[in-house]
């Protein structure tokens, strides 16, 4: 079973919130179920990408110095490329 919410809605909104569920079929709870969870998905999908990984950023710890191997990998392949041409 769900959690139970309770929330206030100004006389203008509650209006809205009902036409809208009568409109869609749904029952007002329902209703306000469903946008809860669109408005949700929506701010959790523009989360910047740390916020999504700040719980576990610098919690992993690698060998290192591969970035550094890495320039010098790449410059003995433009030397190669050099000699091959």
């Known amino acids: 079973m769900g959690c139970v919410r ?3 809605l100004d006389p203008d909104l509650d209006q809205k919130v009902r036409r809208a569920a009568a409109i869609k079929g749904e029952s007002v709870s329902e209703f306000i179920r469903h946008a809860a969870e669109d408005h949700a ?3 959790l999908a523009a989360e910047r990408p740390s916020d999504r990984f700040a ?5 992993v710890r690698g060998g290192g110095g591969r970035a550094r191997r890495s320039g010098e990998a790449f410059a003995a392949g433009l030397v190669q490329d050099r000699a091959e041409r």
């Open 55 to 59: 719980d576990v950023a610098g919690v």
């Open 41 to 43: 998905d929506e701010t």
């Open 6 to 8: 309770s929330l206030r």
